[in-house]
């Protein structure tokens, strides 16, 4: 083959690449996606006690409502061939809700305790990731640009919001703490695992699953910190005030990303194929 004469991998590798890019579903890991994270598990809290309390639809009814909301914004983003941040987000926050609901479905409607559901969700997120990691051989959100890797992904981020409710109100409320408490002790971890992958070569596809994890209870006690009354260790805020603050500044950071892209994942030049 002459020098001169590009060979046939190196015409179609850089096509391959950007085909796989761009079907990938889910925001590049940036400090814009961990900040609407922790803003869509506090409002996930904020919003079903709203939903619960405030407006009196209790607990039945608003599982309802918000899961029925949640299965057509998901049968939109299955649709879509590549990440819309609009929608993305809002199935995050939905889904943070319905995380919510769940947990608080078993233990105000079941009488399951704090400790037995943190258990139970520990499992099914265990089971979901050996599931995922035994079907696909990744557990990489790099890697999400097939319908059954997208399953996989959402069931998992199911389980973590409702994972992430049990521990925080088992720690906030159950084991006493207050919610101050227990935020620092849900920000401290996530600094902890943070520092272990900078410094000591934690894996990155496991330093962002477990920090992933622990966001959920550090929203879910912000919220709690935010909104309770004073006399029960928060703020006082309420839920209306604090959902609609986390709601609006939700907005008004993906409305920016969506005008830059300045998370997206697909067609960046010298972008390397995802890990398979």
Known sequence: MSPTTPSRTASTTPDRVRLRQMLNKVPEVTLYFWIIKILATTVGETAADYLNTNLNFGLTNTTYVVGALLLIVLGFQFRLRKYVPGVYWLAVVLISVVGTLITDNLTDNFGVALTTSTIIFAIALAATFGAWYASERTLSIHT?????????????????????????????????????????????????????????????????????????????????????????????????????????????????????????IEGREGDALPAT
């Open 144 to 264: 999400i640009y097939t319908t059954r890797r997208e399953a996989f992904y959402w069931l998992t981020i199911l389980f973590t919001f409702a994972l992430g409710t049990a521990a925080g109100d088992l720690v906030a409320e159950k084991l006493a703490l207050g919610y101050a408490v227990s935020v620092g002790i849900f920000a401290g971890a996530i600094a902890l695992v943070t520092v272990a992958h900078l410094r000591f070569k934690l894996g990155a596809i496991l330093a962002f699953w477990i920090a992933y994890i622990l966001t959920r209870p550090l929203g879910a006690s912000i919220g709690d910190l935010l909104s309770q009354p004073r006399d029960a260790g928060g703020w006082g805020l309420g839920t209306t005030v604090t959902s609609v603050i986390f709601l609006g500044t939700i907005l008004t950071v993906v409305s920016f990303l969506t005008v830059t892209k300045a998370d997206r």
